[in-house]
């Protein structure tokens, strides 16, 4: 059996939207027509994925999960995305595309009333591998959660363990169950007031 590991990135809830167009940003060409998305509230927003690998539609507007099929492009910079993706992976700008990720996006996190969760869960355990170990994963992760408004950024070993990797504008390394935090309630217990 294989290890899913995930980022989940978290955000007050009126962000979604907001963490969305920083994930677009970091999104390489679409390779199949994009799909509209009704969010919660009625904004409608378009994305460059697919969602059940498909390009319908997708309305939210009455909540529930939003499941996408992502991808974004990172920059290869450390000796993990060097391994893990050959030269010929890279585009011109030493860049390579990591997915796809699986993202789940729950407009009501249940951790914390009036946050959002964005859970992206490897496809394979080598790239699960690659999201535990990459300082450049990592970093990529951490910048959607700053660009969207978010406050937390936590690695998910699986339900193993967890490991806090961004938390209210500071890079950490916190391992949930650990000496700070017991369990991600408690790191959640840190987050602002969502607006």
């Known amino acids: 059996m294989g290890q899913d590991y995930s980022y989940c990135v978290y955000a007050p809830a009126s962000n979604v939207g907001r963490a969305l167009s ?3 940003e970091m999104a390489p060409a679409a390779e199949r027509p994009p799909i509209e998305v009704t969010l919660p509230g ?26 996408l ?3 974004i492009l990172i920059d290869v910079e450390d000796a993990e995305t060097r391994s ?24 009501a996190a249940d951790v914390r009333p009036g946050y959002a969760e964005l859970e992206f869960t490897a496809a394979t355990t080598h790239m699960s591998m690659l999201m535990e170990n990459s300082a450049t994963v990592q970093a990529a992760f951490t910048a959607l959660t700053i660009a969207g408004g978010g406050a937390c950024c936590w690695l998910d070993r699986a339900w193993q363990s967890l490991e806090v990797r961004w938390l209210n504008g500071e890079t950490r390394r916190d391992p949930v169950p650990g000496p700070r935090y017991a369990t991600g309630l408690d790191v959640a217990a840190t987050w602002p007031d969502p607006a």
């Open 22 to 24: 920083a994930l677009v």
């Open 84 to 107: 893990y993706f050959p030269p010929e992976a890279r585009d011109e700008s030493g860049r390579a595309r990591l997915g796809y990720l699986y993202l789940t996006v729950r407009f």
């Open 69 to 71: 099929d992502t991808s």
């Open 42 to 67: 009625g904004a409608r927003m378009t994305l460059p994925f697919t969602s059940g690998s498909k390009s319908e539609p997708v309305d939210c507007s009455a909540g529930g999960d939003l499941n």
